[in-house]
């Protein structure tokens, strides 16, 4: 009986404490769009599509020990994550951004002075920034997104992405932080607008918030997402710990063989990512000597493997490296 209530009480706090995400509430009515976006559209949009992204998603979590993930965690790494989590996630966080950009005429706010400097930097000008994003999302092929997005260097970018995907996810290849987004999908436009796209972007130009979006701009020039996705963007990271990962794992299972007939790539994937360029924010001097450490170290694996060194050998050495390469993964974490 006390063993049944303590699982009891388990499976209650891990319910009380497991996140679950909720449908953010409309700033406004669904008719104070009109007449660019009509009642009708904002309703099913909001009220069904979304609520069936964070239904779904909240159903793909339940249970995993992904549901304590954050929702910046979970698209990160898109590429590792399944379809349901990849598409609901992508769904929910979009719709909720896009939510928070938009306003009724009236109740627009205006651009602030260093966010439209950076536009006329960049861009020249407000009107070829709109340009530009007209340009993106109508010519995204099918189902996506149009973005405005603040990169890892700080720039502004315009950009687009297919389905539910969005640039903060490890599977599209220009990355950042979207400021604003436009739904292209035809659930957003096809009650009011059919298959004119084009009508219905110049129509919702009307109701883009430049106040928001401008607030959106000034926090994510500091958000720390920033330093991860560039830290992500650095291929020859990635290159080299996806062969370290298929190679030690396996080790630390008792399985030699993907390290005695690999550890030739090994090497090769460390000689590249010592001679790889860090972004500029990890580009400092204990970076590169745990770099070159790392591949002095790949150096003697494989002259270990040459030598049919003994597993326990091979397992001590690979155990070092792995560790070198975590010591560069941290020295990248601000
Ligand atoms: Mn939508």
């Known amino acids: 009986m006390k063993a049944l209530l303590s699982i009891l009480f388990i499976s209650m706090s891990t319910l009380l404490f497991a996140q679950e995400f909720n449908l953010p509430a409309l700033p406004y009515s669904y008719s ?16 069904k599509h979304h609520q069936a992204y964070v239904t779904n998603l909240n159903k793909a979590l339940a ?5 304590s993930f954050s929702m910046n965690q979970l698209l990160m790494d898109a590429s590792f994550r399944s379809d349901a989590i990849r ?42 920034l709109k340009k530009a994003l007209t340009q993106a999302a109508s010519t995204r092929f099918g189902s996506g997104w149009a973005w405005l997005i603040v990169t890892p260097d700080k720039k502004l970018m315009v950009t687009s ?14 990355r950042g ?50 330093s991860e996705i560039e830290k992500e963007n650095w291929m020859a990271l990635k290159d080299f710990h996806k062969v370290m990962a298929q190679t030690f794992h396996p080790c630390e299972d008792g399985n030699f063989v993907p390290l005695r007939t690999r ?12 001679a790889s360029k860090p972004p500029v924010s990890k580009d ?39 560790d070198l390469f975590h010591q560069v993964e941290e020295l990248c974490h601000d």
Request: some cysteine; charged content about 25%; hydrophobic content about 40%.
């Open 177 to 226: 932080i979207p400021i604003l987004g436009i739904d292209v999908w035809e659930h957003a436009y096809y009650l009011k607008y059919q298959n004119k796209r084009g009508d219905y972007l110049s129509g919702i130009f009307n109701l883009i918030d430049w106040g928001i979006v401008s607030e959106k701009y000034t926090k994510a020039l500091v958000d720390p997402l920033l």
């Open 263 to 274: 550890s030739g790539e090994l090497l090769a994937k460390a000689i590249l990512f010592s």
């Open 32 to 47: 104070s769009y009109e007449p660019y976006i009509d009642a009708q559209t904002m309703e099913i949009h909001h009220g």
């Open 284 to 322: 400092k001097p204990n970076v590169h000597k745990a770099l070159a450490d790392l591949e002095e170290q790949c150096e003697k694996i494989h002259e270990l493997v040459g030598k049919n060194a003994k597993d326990e050998v091979l397992l001590k050495e690979m155990t070092k490296a792995h």
């Open 87 to 128: 598409n609901n996630a992508g769904g929910h966080y979009n719709h909720s951004l896009f939510w928070e950009i938009l306003a009724p005429k009236d109740k627009l706010t205006s651009v602030q002075a260093s966010f439209e400097a950076a536009i006329n930097a960049q861009y020249g000008s407000m009107d070829s």
């Open 63 to 67: 249970g995993t020990k992904l549901a």
């Open 161 to 174: 992405t297919g389905n539910q995907d969005n640039p903060i996810m490890d599977v599209t290849k220009d």
